[in-house]
C-alpha cells in the first residue's frame, strides 16, 4: 500500500513537502503510538526519499519546529498556544475558520514552496 501511494505521489507532483516528524519521540505516547505504528511514517519517509531521487523530484523536509498548525494560513497570525484536542480554531487576525490539519498542511506546502524557490535558509514571515 505504500509502494503505491508513495509512488502516486512523487509521479503527479515535482515537489513533495514533509514535515520532520519524531516519530520516536511520538510512539512513546500510550494513546498514539498503535495509530501512528500502523501508518509507518518512517518507512513512509524513507520511500519518499528514494523515489524522488530515481523520479528526479525535489523532496522538501520541513522543520519540525515551524508552528504549522497555530499560524494562520490566511493572514499569518500565530495563536501563542494551541492544545492538541482543539481541532478547529477561527483566526483573531482574519476571521478565517480553520481545520487543524488542513491548515498544517496549507503552511507546510508554502514552507516547502519557499525552500524549493529560495534556498533552506528561509524563514517564514510572522506578523
Not at 512513546?28 to 523515489?51: C, F, G, P, Q, T
Not at 482543539?86 to 482574519?94: A, S
Request: with cysteine; aromatic share 6%; charged share 25%.
Amino acid at each position: 500500500m505504500l509502494h503505491k501511494l508513495t509512488t502516486r505521489l512523487v509521479r503527479e507532483n515535482q515537489l513533495v513537502v514533509i514535515e520532520d516528524l519524531a516519530v520516536r519521540n511520538m510512539l512513546r505516547n500510550r494513546s498514539l503510538a498503535h495509530a501512528i505504528s500502523d501508518v509507518a511514517w518512517s518507512d513512509l519517509r524513507s520511500m519518499l526519499e528514494y523515489k524522488c531521487e530515481w523520479y528526479g523530484r525535489d523532496l522538501v523536509v520541513v522543520d519540525r519546529w515551524l508552528p504549522s498548525s497555530k499560524t494562520c494560513s490566511a493572514c499569518g497570525f500565530l495563536l501563542d498556544t494551541l492544545p492538541l484536542r482543539v481541532r478547529g480554531w477561527i483566526c483573531p487576525g482574519c476571521g478565517a475558520s480553520h481545520d487543524r490539519d488542513v491548515n498544517a498542511a496549507r503552511n507546510i506546502l508554502a514552507a516547502g514552496q519557499a525552500v524549493a524557490a529560495c534556498g533552506a535558509g528561509v524563514r517564514p514571515t510572522r506578523r
